[in-house]
């Protein structure tokens, strides 16, 4: 079946970098985008970005720019989001999820989600 | 840009019908009709619910129905039942290929 499965938990301190991996199963890698969404202790959900796998083009929320990058590895399946010069407040579930893609094209929508990583920023 | 705005709770019976609203500006929500909706289990994996405002993605159950009318868009979930018990994310495009949130509601079934 159609799966995406992230990489363990984190603790890194502040000013480190984290990356988080989400291995894709069950459909064609490259045909999809992947999006990264994560959700601070007891707030909402946030979008980060997206990757289209193809050609490798991203798009990020622009107050995370300078600080993410969001990559693939088509060989493995595996797309990776790396956040650097980490704060306390980055501290959070980390999702990545696949773009809804329908009659060949990218849709606004995310309908499959990886199981989540936690993330904790802690001195 | 700025979160969607939602009602941080709502709730209902079982067999209740509850709507959560989502109210963005004329350049998301209302320019747009790329509206999605996800029920989120905490400690789960968000779940697809609405898609285009108005569309179910296959396996949603036909109680779940979105629609829009200027800036805000709404979900309505039908004929309550105790495993809708969640939050609740609106989600809309808001152009240069970004997406943007709501801040997330608490559907509680009494």
């Known amino acids: 079946q159609v799966q995406l499965v992230q990489s363990g938990a984190e603790v890194k301190k502040p000013g480190a970098s ?5 291995k894709a199963s ?8 992947v999006s990264w ?16 796998v193809y050609n490798g083009n991203t798009n990020y929320a622009q107050h995370l720019q300078g600080r993410v990058t969001m990559t693939t590895d088509p060989s493995t399946s595996t797309a990776y989001m790396e956040l650097r010069s980490l704060r306390s407040d980055d501290t959070a579930v980390y999702y990545c999820a696949r773009r809804l893609r329908q009659l060949g094209f990218d849709q606004y929508s995310l309908d ?6 936690t ?5 | 840009q700025s979160a969607l705005t939602q009602p941080r709770s709502v709730s209902g019976s079982p067999g209740q019908s509850v709507t959560i609203s989502c109210t963005g500006t004329s ?28 569309e179910r993605p296959s396996g949603v159950p036909d109680r779940f129905s979105g629609s829009k009318s200027g800036n805000t868009a709404s979900l309505t979930i039908s004929g309550l039942q105790a495993e809708d018990e969640a ?6 495009y808001a152009g240069y290929s970004t997406l943007v949130f709501g801040g ?3 559907l509680t079934v009494l």
């Open chain 2, 104 to 106: 997330g509601t608490k």
């Open chain 1, 119 to 123: 993330v904790t920023v802690s001195s």
């Open chain 1, 37 to 52: 969404v994560r959700q601070a202790p007891g707030q909402g959900l946030e979008w980060m970005g997206w990757i289209t």
């Open chain 2, 87 to 92: 939050d609740y994310y609106c989600c809309s």
């Open chain 1, 112 to 117: 499959v989600w990886g199981q989540g990583t």
């Open chain 1, 26 to 33: 069950g459909y064609t890698f490259t045909s999809y985008g």
């Open chain 1, 18 to 22: 984290v990356k988080v991996s989400c």
């Open chain 2, 27 to 54: 350049s998301d929500v209302g320019y747009y009709k790329y509206v999605s909706w996800y029920q989120h289990h905490p400690g789960k994996a968000p779940k697809l619910m609405i898609y285009d405002v108005s």
